[in-house]
């Protein structure tokens, strides 16, 4: 999968099929002049490649009907690589986005996350193609999307172009955004395409499929659907219970259960809509919850956990978990979650973010990298088994607390985590991971030799 980066030149007065290369540039790849064969994206073209010194170093000059089959969007500069017997251009990697992403981007230009990918593709010598559903050609296997370009302390601009369908896309396209999109996502994979997705995942099922794991199992709470047999039986085990949407909801729908003297108080969050409740007893606690259930919307309880203090508050941890260019499932940022004394129940829903290693330090002076280092891996491990059963995907969050003893425990792991979030750490370092990852990722992806594209598990609507 090694390459060059080359200077691709579209020539209009050459109409023969001969692709003129820099003698370097031919020495670098190990390739002979002579026939082969062509590819940019999914396409895929003969040429008679040549040898002519009187280019420019690194310069790659493609006659314009080439490139017009190519669907190549002009000159630019890109990797060149030698694989399986053909030369490769790129890759092209598409990142596809919402309509009302792209508008924002046509209008404001490109800024973050979307600036963080460009920048580590242009790194990587791929060239990126942004687009949205609707600016796919199913028909012609084309796409009309926005070619970023400049970098490297210039102003980014983003230039229309026709590209081919790219080998391999990554899609940020969330749940609530996701109509019209359906019919690309389920054709992909037939055209040679594989999407890494974004999608939800509901807190039961992530669960249960983290609990098929042995080494797993242990660090799950207890955790069921919302219904009076699972209720009463809560009710009877635990003094604190978590009661929140099975599916995320940015931290709103949370309720948190705790018992006090001969009854139960009911704390709602967010902290700044704080609601309590009083409930004298169980029959009490059955009626509140069973309107909750029934206003619509799936409910779970979770055992309430105790989590470890940094300067006396409760913390967990949030871990960004991303699929690297070599297949690996790394934690790319791990951040705490640090809470107002009484509203633990929900992080997302109050509080502010530390560096985990600040806060660890803090909990467990003389153990913070053991307890940092379990995390790490217990995050990397769910998003394998999630991955394995409901991907192809490329990063996907997980929640876990540690108990004041230094115990881990997962609490949740969630398909559709904004990389947004964590801005507030100003870590330049985890920002090239988190950025850097998934475009590795799909680079190495489309080098596979017998690349077969990856169906999604499940549904992609």
């Given amino acids: 999968m090694e390459g060059l980066e080359v200077r691709v030149t579209v020539q209009g007065a050459h109409r023969d099929g001969t692709a003129r290369v820099h003698p370097q540039v031919l020495a670098g790849l190990w390739q002979a002049p002579g026939p082969c064969t062509l590819r940019f994206g999914t396409r895929r073209v003969r040429v008679r490649v040549a040898a002519d010194p009187s280019l420019g170093t690194g310069q790659v000059d493609i006659p314009l009907p080439l490139a017009e089959s190519l ?57 990126l193609c942004l687009f949205s559903a609707g600016d796919v050609d199913l028909a012609r296997q084309t796409i009309a999307g926005l070619r970023p370009e400049g970098g490297a302390g210039r102003t980014w601009r983003l230039t229309p172009a026709r590209f081919p369908l790219p080998r391999v896309v990554l899609s940020r396209v969330f749940s609530d955004d996701r109509a019209g999109a359906g019919a ?13 997705r974004l999608g939800p995942l509901g807190h039961l099922e992530g669960l249960r499929i983290v609990s098929a794991q042995p080494d797993l199992v242990t660090l799950i709470p207890w955790t069921r659907p919302l219904r009076g047999d699972t209720l009463t039986d809560a009710l009877s085990r635990f003094s604190e219970i978590v009661i929140k949407p099975d599916l995320p909801a940015a931290g709103t729908g949370v309720y948190h259960l705790r018992r006090r003297r001969r009854g139960w108080l009911l704390t709602g969050l967010p902290a700044s809509q ?24 799936d409910y779970l309880l979770q055992e309430g956990v105790p989590r470890a203090t940094f300067l006396g508050h409760p913390f967990d941890l949030l871990a960004l978990v991303q699929q690297d260019g070599h297949g690996r499932w790394e934690a ?40 940092w280092e379990r995390a790490r891996r217990a995050a990397a491990a769910a998003a394998r088994a999630v991955d394995r059963e409901r991907g192809p995907r490329f990063e996907l969050g997980v929640h876990l607390a540690v108990s004041p003893n230094g115990r881990i425990h997962l609490l949740q792991v969630e398909g559709e ?25 799909a680079v190495a992806l489309d080098g596979e030799n017998g690349h077969v594209p990856r169906s999604p598990a499940g549904t992609c609507a």
Avoid: K
């Fill in 332 to 371: 790319s940022a791990l951040v705490a979650r640090v809470l107002p004394a009484e509203a633990d129940a929900d992080p997302a829903a109050a509080g502010w973010t530390a560096p985990a290693e600040v806060a660890l330090r803090h909990a467990f002076p003389e153990r913070w990298e053991d307890v």
């Fill in 71 to 127: 669907c190549l969007p002009g000159s630019l500069r890109a990797g060149l690589r030698r694989q399986g017997g053909e030369l490769v251009l790129g890759p092209l990697i598409g990142l596809l986005v919402s309509p009302q992403a792209l508008a924002r981007l046509r209008r404001d230009g490109l800024e973050p996350p979307y600036s963080g990918y460009a920048r580590w593709a242009a790194e990587l010598g791929a060239i």
């Fill in 274 to 297: 704080r609601r309590q409740e009083w409930l004298p007893n169980h029959a009490a606690v059955h009626a509140v919850l069973g309107r909750l259930a029934a206003g619509g919307g």
């Fill in 184 to 196: 690309f996502l389920s054709r992909a994979p037939a055209l040679d395409c594989t999407v890494l």
């Fill in 417 to 441: 985590l904004r990389v947004e979030h964590l801005a507030p750490l100003h870590d330049p370092y985890a920002a090239r991971r988190v950025y850097g990852c998934p475009i590795a990722c």
